[in-house]
T-cell receptor
Framework: DTGVSQDPRHKITKRGQNVTFRCDPISEHNRLYWYRQTLGQGPEFLTYFQNEAQLEKSRLLSDRFSAERPKGSFSTLEIQRTEQGDSAMYLC???????????????FGPGTRLLVL | QQQVKQSPQSLIVQKGGISIINCAYE??????FPWYQQFPGKGPALLIAIRPDVSEKKEGRFTISFNKSAKQFSLHIMDSQPGDSATYFCAASVNQGAQKLVFGQGTRLTINP
């Protein structure tokens, strides 16, 4: 399978604990995105990387959230001191900078569903 | 200005009918408008996408209609099938998708057999 993979698929944690999620993008894609999706809503942008550089962070990304892509391949998203409001699906997507047709399609992984008790 | 508004929230269509989902945007800098399909427990999957220099794009049973002056675009699913039952999201981006996607709120589509 050469799609975007995410690990773990599900995570249950207690409020106040730290959690870390991993995303492995499609191998030739140099852009990697993180989104958060709550029940019944569309995904909301959190941050994105081009190679190892973090180019944009949303205002949604509080100081408790940090993302890295140290070697320009996989990425991690860490949430410190989790709160119940952090419960959501965390989606990763990757894309090339451009496709031959001029569009940079984003391909999504299956997501990590987080439940904070 | 970054919002994309999607309607309806939910839609029930009989098998073989036409499903129509509408989206509107404000930011005239958007230049890439994809539609994603999402099944429960899965990530969104690209269905079809359009650029604003085209008024219509068709791929199989799926058609996007785009009205640049009205800042609106819609997804039409012809001959709707029970397997099309899913949540559909419109989205928009600048720089032809090479930056963040701004998603609509989603439409839960149910196709009755």
């Amino acid at each position: 399978d050469t799609g975007v993979s995410q690990d773990p698929r599900h995570k249950i944690t207690k409020r106040g604990q730290n959690v870390t999620f991993r995303c492995d993008p499609i191998s030739e894609h140099n852009r990697l995105y993180w989104y958060r999706q709550t029940l019944g809503q569309g995904p909301e942008f959190l941050t994105y990387f081009q190679n190892e550089a973090q180019l944009e962070k949303s205002r949604l990304l509080s100081d408790r959230f940090s993302a890295e892509r140290p070697k320009g391949s996989f990425s991690t998203l860490e949430i410190q001191r989790t709160e119940q409001g952090d419960s959501a699906m965390y989606l990763c997507a990757s894309s090339p900078t451009r496709l031959a047709g001029g569009k940079a399609t984003q391909y999504f992984g299956p997501g990590t569903r987080l439940l904070v008790l | 200005q970054q919002q994309v508004k999607q309607s309806p929230q939910s839609l029930i269509v009989q098998k073989g009918g036409i499903s129509i989902i509408n989206c509107a945007y404000e930011n005239t800098a958007f230049d890439y408008f994809p539609w994603y399909q999402q099944f429960p427990g899965k990530g969104p999957a690209l269905l079809i996408a359009i650029r604003p220099d085209v008024s219509e794009k068709k791929e199989g049973r799926f058609t996007i209609s785009f009205n640049k002056s009205a800042k609106q675009f819609s997804l039409h699913i012809m001959d709707s099938q029970p397997g099309d039952s899913a949540t559909y999201f419109c989205a928009a981006s600048v720089n032809q998708g090479a930056q963040k996607l701004v998603f609509g709120q989603g439409t839960r589509l149910t196709i009755n057999p």
